[in-house]
């Protein structure tokens, strides 16, 4: 039988307040512990929650940005449950009336684009952390993160399969950072990803029995996961099995997906409305604000880049990535002018970027600015220097040897255009190789890249190649 | 002078007559021969109390006192006060000192009000006679045979027994009104949201409200001077201007309107509770006043929409007592499941965890509707019950509590016979409305009866007055029990 | 509807209290009194009426995002009943 995969993705995004959402301690990663959770963190007898505004307007920005309603009225609501790493026995979450609801993003897989539908987006605060390496057989709990602000992302179940898993959290990843509501990294927990996944015969309405997968902090983790579990789902199915609804946690070591123990009870969240928050209502001028403060969007900077630059679909895809990097690429742009968008385009995918990755860099934090490399793009363009010649100026520029223009200055490689000049080297390697230069002419048409070798060779790589090829074809033809 | 009102008090502390440590001293020494007996304090700490009385000596001597510099206050075991053990009658917290400062605590530190020490209350102030108390039930002062009402039943003792000038109580569902009714003292609970919850844990967080409990009307108005006001740090606080609420207490009452609700005056209530009742009402009619019927028809409804409502929310917020990052944990478990389950059933008495169970119950899957929602839409009805009410007169009265006070052990073996003597207390919470008791005289057994006064939102300083004026034209609030 | 037995181990569980065999059967009793007292609820047509949460009808005030607590581990901890290099110390959690 042919499977079809069905994927839903709830995406936690940590909001980038500097405090948590209920009270005023620090949200900053990595303190020690427990030293950025205070009395109401720790959720002392008495203490009360008092809502950041930075988390609402943050969620408000979202919601805009994804063509959601924004509900004008909404409510906070007690998840109840027992775990050490929550102190007050509930998540103080948004249940029934959720902040966003009813957006959609357009993702690219491929070539293809494709609209998913976004279900619900809802304020909410995390948890602490249970450490579990041992202390005398026991759990540490450090509650630094507990009560930093969430927004919980849940997707319709649109999505087909790892791919298009994967290219919407990217999407979305790419989002909430160009929205500067999430920091996005991933590593820190800051964008964390459940999938759920489900499987049905190809051609049939009726969703599968769905799992929930935990713990896939990373895109890789994200497409692994989802494969391992529709390949155990199809092979239950196939065997005559029936598939247990369940949580089931994502181990990388092992590559596999198992079922969570904590979470073999069936819950009863006890969901009402926290007696503490009064109903959030939001005024349309808080709202209008907000939309003001909306930047360009991916998808949108994506069409405008393809439009402006003359850029391929792919080429303003890769571009808009990341916001950094569309800055960066812009910057090139502009100091290099829009005519060598296309250059500049090739230097930023390319040289730049494996260098980034080779270095394990930031766009933000390149050796070689915008600036630098709109001076290199600006001397391919003018023919002073040469696409290969380039690549030996972007290194040094990179290793800190100065701008485009010293370096081709210091190190002599400026092209060679003067045609005489050329004319006469070519005259000189032709001279030195008679019996090469009567097998050409007798047909051996590949002995061309011999003299074009030499003839760099004599100038050092420097010889214009467009120039020199025109010359030399003239000269061995006679 | 243990019989002395604050204004007095005040007045002998601001002419150098005696000074805050000598006073606090006088109270300290007739808790130590008193409490034994009564129980009313869960901690006393003279030290403690005594250098508060000494910095306040050093304000007034600066010219700095306000009104209440260097009054001694009882404050309930349900207010977090920094260093103080804060237990709110219950095991789980008998070993927490709090490492804060309620808001409530705040503002009397500011006003120089020295604390005399942590009273005694129904655990989780749920319960109406003190008996749920991990420390022991109070005896009220007038017979110790009888229950002093609760939750607040220690704080209620200790003023109607002069152990303190004055205490704080809270209201959830009647636990400044009932226990001040039951001996002889006056309480107001305000609006929700006059005074800030944050620091006052929680037992049931849409209903909870802080209060005063003291001798006289004009006691409770300066106190509530004290204790209310906005705070940034509890979201159902509200924002309004500072209130001086002993501001109408001169003014006559001539053409006052008084509700008397004829659920109130209906089967349940004790003939002799009945008779103080409509003796004061009389006395309102000498007054000035006039009376009108008026109808509160969910009056009967108002009971098991509390117990829905009340014990939901407390089951949440008793979710944090798990014995991971203060107060109890017991001593032997095999693994978590074990130790949260040994830690809450040792540490949570009988009551409190009926209520934890209840309120589980009504919030689980599949009953929220039928029980929670159903009580959050009879709740409206109760609320509009007041509103129709108060267009046709200006305060409601009636009985506080249905009887005077029952004995110890009467009723603690049923919770539903306790929970119905709430009856009159409770619609006055789910509404969110203002109300207090003053003394109205004893029943047949010489136990005392209060009279209840429910007033509009906002209408503290109308309540206060109407109380005061009645207690210029009697005497019941000067009365005190024998042997005290 | 009347609470059984599984019932009352079944709130007593989600609500981690520990509950002792001989406890189950008088718990049921107190438990289905006050339930009985609670049903009288349903003889009240509520169709139409809003759900009353709080006792006033108002929005939800929104705090500044600044950051206005200082680190008081230390002192949270003094009162804690197991701590370890700054953590709270529970029984083996397994996920």
Not at chain 2, 3 to 13: M, P, Q, R, T, V
Not at chain 2, 420 to 439: E, K
Request: glycine letters at 8%.
């Amino acid at each position: 039988m042919e499977w079809e995969t069905v994927i839903g993705l709830e995406i936690h995004a940590q909001l980038s307040t500097v405090s948590k959402i209920f009270s005023g301690a620090a949200t900053a990663y990595g303190a020690a512990p427990n030293t950025q959770a205070c009395a109401v963190d720790i959720a002392l007898p008495g203490v009360l929650p008092v809502m950041n505004k930075g988390a609402v307007e943050r969620a408000i920005k979202f919601g805009l940005a994804i063509g959601a309603n924004i509900n004008r009225e909404s409510v906070f609501a007690r998840k109840n449950y027992f775990y050490p790493d929550l102190p007050k026995g509930y998540q103080i979450s948004q249940y029934e009336l959720p902040i966003v609801e009813k957006g959609d993003i357009t993702i690219q897989v491929g070539d293809q684009e494709k609209v998913v539908g976004i279900t619900r987006a809802h304020l909410e605060e995390d948890a602490g952390k249970s450490l579990h390496e041992d202390f005398h057989g026991m759990t540490g709990v450090d509650l630094n993160r507990a009560s930093t602000p969430l927004l919980e992302i849940v997707s319709e179940p649109d999505m087909r399969g790892a791919a298009e898993a994967v290219a919407y959290a990217k999407t979305m990843h790419s989002l909430v950072q160009y929205l500067e509501i999430c920091d996005g990294n991933m590593q820190e927990g800051s964008f964390r990803c459940d999938a759920n996944v489900s499987v049905r015969p190809k051609g049939t309405e009726k969703f599968g029995t769905r799992c929930e997968i935990k713990n896939l902090n990373s895109f890789r983790f994200l497409e692994r996961a989802i494969e391992y579990e529709v390949a155990r789902q199809i092979d239950i199915l196939e065997s005559g099995g029936k598939i247990i609804q369940e949580t089931r946690l994502y181990d990388s070591d092992k590559d596999e997906t198992r079922a969570m123990r904590s979470k073999e009870e069936a819950f009863d969240y006890r969901y009402f409305p926290d007696p503490d928050l009064l109903p959030m209502k939001l005024s349309a001028e808080m709202i209008a604000e907000i939309r003001k403060t909306l930047p360009e969007l991916p998808d949108a900077k994506r069409r405008r880049f393809i439009q402006q630059y003359g850029l391929s679909s792919y080429d303003a895809a890769v571009l808009t990535a990341t916001k950094a990097m569309a800055a960066y690429f812009e910057d090139v742009v502009n100091k290099a002018g829009a005519a060598h968008a296309k250059t500049a385009a090739n230097w930023v995918m390319g040289d730049l970027a494996g260098a980034l990755k080779r270095d394990n860099l930031e766009i933000t934090h390149s050796p070689v600015p915008a600036g630098k490399l709109a001076g290199l793009v600006a001397r391919i363009a003018d023919n002073t220097i040469s696409g290969k010649i380039a690549k030996e100026v972007f290194e040094a520029m990179w290793n800190g040897e100065g701008d485009a223009d010293a370096i081709i200055a210091s190190k002599g490689l400026k092209q060679i255009t003067d045609s005489g000049a050329i004319e006469k080297i070519i005259d000189g390697i032709i001279a030195a190789n008679p019996d090469q230069l009567a097998q050409y002419r007798s047909g051996k048409d590949k002995l061309f890249s011999f003299f074009v070798g030499q003839a760099m060779k004599a100038t050092q790589g420097k010889a214009n190649p467009q120039q020199l090829n025109d010359l030399l074809k003239k000269k061995l033809a006679g | 002078m243990i019989n002395s009102s604050l204004k007095e008090l005040s007045a002998a502390l601001a002419a150098k007559k005696i000074s805050s440590r000598e006073l606090t001293q006088a109270f300290l020494d007739r808790i130590a021969q008193l409490n034994p007996a009564l129980n009313a304090f869960i901690t006393v700490d003279a030290e403690k109390s005594l250098a508060q009385a000494d910095a306040a000596d050093k304000r007034l001597a600066s010219g700095q006192g306000g009104p209440l510099t260097g009054i001694p206050v009882a404050q309930k075991d349900i207010f977090c006060a920094k260093g103080w053990r804060t237990t709110c009658g219950s095991k789980i917290l008998s070993n927490f000192v709090a490492p804060y400062d309620a808001q409530v605590i705040e503002r009397f530190d500011a006003a120089g009000v020295v604390n005399l020490g942590k009273t005694n209350m129904d655990e989780f102030a749920m319960g109406s006679s003190n008996e749920t108390s991990h420390f022991g039930p109070v005896k009220n002062p007038w017979d110790r045979l009888a229950v002093p009402g609760g939750s607040s039943g220690g704080s209620a003792a200790a003023v109607a027994a002069r152990l303190a000038p004055a205490a704080t109580g809270t209201d959830t569902g009647g636990s400044i009104r009932q226990p001040a009714a039951l001996t002889g003292i006056c309480g107001i609970k305000p609006t929700y949201g006059v005074v800030s919850r944050y620091g006052m844990i929680a037992f049931a967080s849409s209903l909870d409200q802080g209060g005063p409990m003291a001798k006289s009307a004009e006691d409770c108005a300066l106190l509530l001077n004290a204790m209310a006001g906005f705070d940034t740090r509890d979201s159902t606080s509200l924002d309004r201007a500072p209130q001086d609420y002993t501001r109408d207490l001169q003014q006559p009452l001539k053409g006052l309107r008084i509700g008397l609700p004829k659920e109130y005056f209906a089967e349940g209530l004790a003939p002799d509770v009945a008779r103080a009742v409509e003796a004061a009402i009389a006395e309102y009619k000498k007054l000035g006043a006039q009376t009108v019927e008026v109808s509160l028809p969910n009056t009967q409804l108002s009971i098991p929409v509390y117990y829905v409502l009340a014990p939901a929310e407390a089951s949440s917020n008793l979710s944090r007592y798990d014995g991971v990052r203060y107060g109890y944990r017991a001593p032997e478990y095999t693994d978590l499941m074990d130790m949260y389950k040994k830690t809450r059933a040792q540490g949570f008495g009988a009551e409190v965890k009926r209520r934890i169970l209840i309120g589980t119950y009504v919030l689980s899957a599949g009953y929220y509707d039928a029980y929670y929602l159903k009580a959050q839409k009879l709740r409206r009805l109760i609320a509009q019950d007041f509103t129709e009410a108060f267009r046709l007169c200006d305060v409601i009265m009636g009985p506080t509590a249905p009887t005077t006070a029952f004995n110890l052990g009467e009723k603690s073996d049923d919770p539903v016979a306790m929970y119905l003597s709430d009856i009159y207390t409770i619609a006055v919470n789910l509404a969110g409305l203002p109300g207090m008791s003053i003394p109205a005289g004893f029943g047949a057994n010489g136990r005392p009866v209060g009279l209840q006064i429910i007033g509009n939102y906002f209408a503290e300083a109308k309540m206060l007055n109407v109380a005061h004026q009645y207690q210029l034209a009697t005497d019941w609030h000067t009365r005190m029990p024998e042997g005290v | 509807m009347s609470l059984t037995e599984a019932d009352v181990l079944r709130m007593a569980h989600l609500a981690r209290i520990e509950i002792e065999a001989r406890e189950v059967a008088p718990m049921l009793g107190q438990l289905s009194n006050i339930m009985r007292l609670v049903e009288q609820m349903q003889a009240v047509d509520t169709d139409g009426v809003a759900p009353m949460a709080h006792a006033q009808d108002l929005s939800l005030r929104l705090r500044e995002d600044r950051v206005t607590e200082q680190d008081q581990h230390a002192a949270f901890q003094a009162i804690a009943p197991q701590v370890e290099a700054g953590l709270y110390l529970v029984p083996k959690v397994i996920e």
